[in-house]
Structure formats: C-alpha cells, structure tokens
C-alpha cells in the first residue's frame, strides 16, 4: 500500500507570533487537506524575517513532505519577505516573472485607467526563478507554485479571501490529482461520564482498530451536572471505514454498560 501524500505548512508574519491576528488560514487548509485524505505533518510560525524564513522553509523540504504551503508575505510592503526568503532556501535568485507581471498588470487595469508599474507592484511580481504564478481572483499579489525535489511548494497570500480562492483554484486539483481515500468520520455526543472514566474504553478500542483515529474532546467542567464529551472517530487508512461502525457500536454498548448516555451523529 502507497503512503498517504503529506503536506506542511508555514504561516509566516510578525502579526501571528505578538498575539494580533489568528491563524485562521492554516486551520482552514488543514480541514481542507484532511477532507482530501492527505496527512498534515506539521504546521510551523515564523517571524518576518529573512533568516527565520530561510531555515523554516530548509527545515521542512528536509523532512520531504508532498507539499509545503506557505501563507503570507507576498504583498508590496517592506515586512512581505517570504519569497525572498524562499529564495535563500532553495539558492534561486529572484526574477522579474513575465506571466506574473501581466497578472499585476491586468489586477491594476481593472483598478486604475492608467495604471503605473512602481517597484512596490513589480515586487508582487518577483518570484524565484522558475517558479509558475498562480492567478489571484480577488487580489492583486499572485500565488506561486515551485518544485524543489520530490516537494512541490505553494506559496498563498495571506488576505483570507485570496489564500481560500487561489487554494480553491489552483492546488485543490492538485490534491485532488492523487486519488486518496477520503476519510470517514463519525461524532459521538456522551453525557453522564468524566474523560478520566472514557480513557480505558478509548484504550480498549485503539487495539481493536488501531487504523483508527479516536480523539475525545470534553465540553464544559468536569464537575458540573451533566459533563459532556464529544468523541470523534475516523480512519487513518484506506481500507478501515467500515471498522468505524463497528467501534461505534462497542464503544456506546461499554458506555450503556456504566449508565453513561451516548448519541451517533454522521459526519459528511
């Protein structure tokens, strides 16, 4: 069996690490990734820095991932370091890229009844040599798509509104060109059971189906009246969604068994 495709990914901007901004973007790709079936390793923050981006970005295409995401840093300000610093990485100067310049170009038109090409908007247009932009729908900075050994590495703006519709546009069909499984999930609601009381049935189970993921998520306190869990399961391999319905089933027969209350809920 051929391993699932992996991915990384590096948000980068001061704005993320000082506690100002969410990070948003990547909790929105993960979801994406794992609906796709791919297996998310890691997802790194670094700062607006040259260095911090250059290492970040050596560090991962270390590890091989199928695809390494950045997102952030391709605007015309003084702190949108990221493909200069992907540059230093990957030891490809930076280029004036043509295609990406008409894209500028073509942004500002729409904008502007004449527009000017200033150094800050041919900066958006500035790329890694060999690198493909990727066009932006909503926004003027194009994504860029380049190949560094087996990892191909995408690079997304960080406006949510652009990251989510050149994801959409461009690397969803690259994802999707892999042809893996995509996961089952099943959500079960309990109530009447402390996690600590769960724990030893979860461990019952994972040697039962360990192609199985079980991750129990406790809502409220622990000390209320009724404490409530959500536990959600779903396959980590081709080949094991039918053990999810069984797993179900034995775990809320060994919760009736206890007197605790569990509900099935379906996940698309």
């Given at each position: 069996m051929s391993r699932k495709?992996?991915?990384?990914?590096?948000s980068i901007g001061n704005e993320l690490l000082i506690g100002h901004t969410l990070d948003t973007n990547s909790h929105w790709i993960a979801k994406h990734l794992t609906r796709l079936g791919w297996t998310l390793d890691r997802?790194?923050?670094?700062r607006d820095s040259l260095d911090s981006i250059k290492s970040g970005v050596r560090g991962s295409l270390k590890r091989?991932?199928?695809v390494l995401i950045t997102i952030?840093?391709?605007g015309p300000t003084h702190d949108d370091m990221t493909l200069a610093g992907i540059s230093r990485a990957i030891d490809k100067p930076?280029?004036?890229n043509k295609e990406a310049l008409?894209?500028?170009k073509d942004h500002y038109r729409r904008l502007e009844s004449k527009p000017k090409l200033t150094k800050y908007r041919t900066k958006m247009a500035t790329l890694p040599q060999g690198s493909v932009p990727l066009p932006n729908p909503v926004g003027t900075a194009p994504g860029v798509k380049?190949?560094?050994?087996?990892?191909?590495?995408?690079?997304?703006?960080?406006?949510p509104s652009e990251m989510k519709a050149i994801f959409r546009a461009s690397i969803i069909p690259y994802l999707e060109s892999f042809h893996t499984t995509r996961p089952k999930e099943v959500e079960i609601k309990i109530t009447g059971i402390i996690e600590s009381a769960l724990a030893p049935i979860?461990?019952?189970?994972?040697?039962?189906?360990p192609r199985l993921y079980f991750k129990s998520h406790p809502r409220g306190r622990e000390t209320g009246i009724r404490p409530l869990i959500l536990l959600h399961i779903y396959n980590i391999e081709p080949g094991a969604e039918k053990e999810i319905s069984e797993a179900s089933a034995r775990i809320m027969l060994r919760l009736a068994g206890i007197r605790a209350r569990s509900s099935l809920i379906m996940k698309k």
């Open positions: 495709p992996t991915a990384e990914i590096i997802v790194t923050q670094l091989n991932p199928s952030g840093g391709l930076m280029r004036l008409q894209l500028v380049m190949q560094q050994s087996k990892t191909i590495l995408f690079s997304l703006p960080g406006v979860l461990d019952q189970a994972r040697k039962i189906y």
